[in-house]
């Protein structure tokens, strides 16, 4: 028997296991979150020291075990440098999601790494980091315990936080313009202020009235506007809040809220730099 056979296979699916075959991985089950995170399933065999390639629901083939683990590395563990960037990373893009499929997606959308979870997908015990881009796997508590990636904020934390940020920001600086408290927004919450309110995983908040008006001043007075020219009286008033430290949070679920990718921050070589789209461009964007 070939040590791959095809079955009902795809064109494209002997290249893609000669492909992943290339990567530097030390298991099995590295090996096979290589395949998962390619869209494969691998199954073992009952019988033989083999491994079922299903998608779809379909199976696309098999791979002798010992093909597998001629190609695996005895040992395989990231340097000192590059532990440090992915758990900065890491750290930092949990920070912005809500849930481990919002940061999985967004690892694999900004960096080419797939987050393979291992165990039930609503309680998993561990997780691989698949890096597409240096074809190389490691185990996830190289960087990050499962427990610590998972610790992700609930919205009325979120919002708390949010509300303080901007408070604190106004109380240091009561000039800032929206478009200056976006920018700080984006970078720490992965959110932004939009006509009056913040959005946050498919919730939002408005903003206290006089925080609103007072961003609405500081922005004509930075067009050269004399604020008296255009009073509040002239804006679609904002529905009455309670306490200013109170925490409901509102339900709207606008089509257009929220953070976007096309405020996209750009990590260079895993320094953490990144650039933001100057005032003006945000301006022009989030006013559509």
Request: proline residues 4%; hydrophobic residues 30%.
């Amino acid at each position: 028997m070939e040590e791959f056979e095809g079955r009902r296979q795809e064109p494209e699916v002997s290249d893609i296991v000669k492909e992943a075959l290339t990567y530097r991985y030390t298991s099995k089950a590295q090996f096979c979150a290589i395949m998962e995170s390619l869209g494969y399933e691998c199954k073992d065999d009952e019988e033989k020291p083999m491994a079922h390639l299903y998608r779809g629901g379909q199976e696309q083939g098999i791979i002798q075990v010992q093909l597998i683990m001629r190609h695996a590395l005895k040992d395989n563990k990231p340097d000192d440098k590059r532990r440090r960037q992915l758990r900065a990373i890491l750290q930092k893009y949990r920070d912005l999601s809500a849930n481990k499929e919002e940061l999985a997606a967004a690892m694999k959308r900004k960096f080419g790494i797939s987050l393979v979870f291992v165990g039930k997908e609503d309680a998993p015990y561990g997780y691989i980091v698949v890096d597409h881009k240096n074809k190389t796997v490691f185990k996830g508590v190289e960087f990050l315990s499962i427990k610590e990636l998972l610790q992700f904020e609930d919205a009325p934390t979120r919002f708390t936080k949010i509300k303080q940020t901007i408070d604190d920001l106004l109380a240091d600086n009561p000039k800032l313009t929206t478009a200056d408290i976006n920018r700080i927004l984006y970078r720490q919450f992965g959110t932004r202020i939009h006509r009056g309110t913040v959005s946050w995983n498919g919730e939002t908040i408005q903003l206290r009235p006089e925080v609103a008006e007072q961003l609405r001043q500081n922005y004509l007075a930075s067009r050269g506007i004399h604020p008296s020219a255009h009073t509040a009286t002239n804006r679609n008033p904002l529905p009455p809040q309670g306490d200013n430290r109170g925490n409901d949070i509102h339900v709207q679920s606008p089509a257009n809220a929220g953070a976007t990718d096309t405020n996209r921050e750009w990590e260079l070589n895993g320094n953490m730099d990144m650039s933001v789209d100057d005032e003006e461009a945000q301006r022009r964007k989030w006013s559509r």
